[in-house]
């Protein structure tokens, strides 16, 4: 009787406690930095076992059991991508407040630091520069910027003001950009700068050459930029998630 298979659920939430990824993710983070046919030895599978599972299929309980014990992560961790990575580490401290602190070295393996600038998006000058003050730093999950194909390297945090973009943005959202995307995709939300105005505006191709810069807020009209004014304008990146306040 063959054992039973395991199936992962990953999710799309940067910040939750919730790991993400598929498990194919997981078996090739636990192989680390031996090779396939080494770790397939030290497992006892065959090399083409272990790449098929790397390219998604699905293990036997006993060979994700003897995966786990190898790398020596928690066999939860690597079926489902929840609770602690390490059976023999303590993941969290909890206060009686409930409020959970995260050990260093833990959240430098899980997470990075995205820089956040004292800009702000509709009415805010300048783009992102030397002279623009970081005001703090979001953290993100490492595995969910992975799977977005989004390089740290390229994120920048900043701060939505006014509501021009209801119901989409609300004044006080932090705005993920990614300026390595200039790009001009119809209809998707980038950050630009037309003179020395910031705004996060959805931008639509015209057929004479021109760009339509669209606000949601059907209170705002939209704004034509002709052809021969486009040098005026500047894609800084383009706006890949949002987080929102509740109040």
């Known amino acids: 009787m063959k054992s039973e298979a395991l199936h992962s659920d990953p999710t799309l939430d940067p910040t939750s406690t919730t790991e993400v990824g598929t498990l194919a993710d997981r078996i090739s983070e636990a192989i680390g930095k031996h090779s396939v046919r080494e770790f397939a030895i030290k497992i006892g599978v065959s090399e083409g076992t272990l790449r098929n599972l790397i390219k998604g299929g699905e293990p036997k ?3 994700a059991i003897r995966i786990a014990e190898e790398a020596g992560v928690s066999i939860r961790w690597l079926a489902t991508g929840n609770g602690p990575k390490y059976p ?5 401290d909890i206060s009686q407040e409930g409020i959970v602190y995260v050990h260093q070295d833990q959240f430098n393996e899980e997470y990075y630091l995205i820089e956040g600038y004292d800009v702000v998006v509709s009415t805010g000058h300048g783009a992102f520069n030397d002279e623009t003050g970081v005001r703090r730093r979001l953290s993100f999950r490492k595995n969910w910027l992975k799977y977005r194909g989004l390089k740290p390297e390229n994120l920048k945090v900043v701060y939505a003001k006014g509501n021009s973009m209801e119901p989409a943005i609300h004044s006080g959202d932090s705005l993920l950009v990614d300026i390595s995307k200039t790009t001009l995709e119809d209809g998707c939300i980038f950050v630009l700068r037309l ?3 910031l705004y996060a505006k959805r931008l639509q191709k015209l057929f004479d050459g021109g760009i339509e810069i669209i606000s949601d ?8 930029v002709s052809a021969g004014e ?8 383009k706006v890949v998630w949002m987080g929102k306040n509740l109040d």
């Open 88 to 92: 023999n580490r303590q993941r969290d």
């Open 61 to 63: 309980l006993d060979t």
């Open 217 to 224: 807020n059907k209170e705002y009209k939209s704004q034509i």
């Open 230 to 237: 486009l040098p005026m304008l500047q894609i800084i990146g």
């Open 195 to 197: 003179g020395d105005d």
